[in-house]
């Protein structure tokens, strides 16, 4: 599953932080970085439990879904 977020330049670099933090759990590429769109690459069996990291991560980083 691939889910693609829009940020403020100056949180790319946390999310992505952030992300690499719960290891096998996703992937993150950024796919322009002028516009701070990032899509995440989901493992399949972490789908729920990603769900619940990017409610917890809305607390501190501003972003929107744009695609899913």
């Known amino acids: 599953m691939n889910i693609?977020?829009?940020?403020?330049?100056?949180d790319l670099v946390r999310l992505q932080f952030l992300l690499e933090g719960y290891e096998r759990l996703s992937s993150i590429t950024t796919i322009d970085s002028r516009e701070a769109i990032v899509?995440?690459?989901i493992?399949?069996?972490?789908?729920?439990?990603f769900q619940?990291?990017?409610?917890?991560l809305k607390k501190s980083?501003?972003?929107r879904i744009i695609q899913s």
């Open 61 to 63: 980083v501003d972003f």
């Open 52 to 56: 619940i990291i990017l409610s917890e």
């Open 39 to 41: 899509r995440i690459m």
């Open 43 to 49: 493992m399949p069996d972490f789908q729920d439990d």
């Open 4 to 10: 693609y977020l829009q940020l403020s330049r100056k």
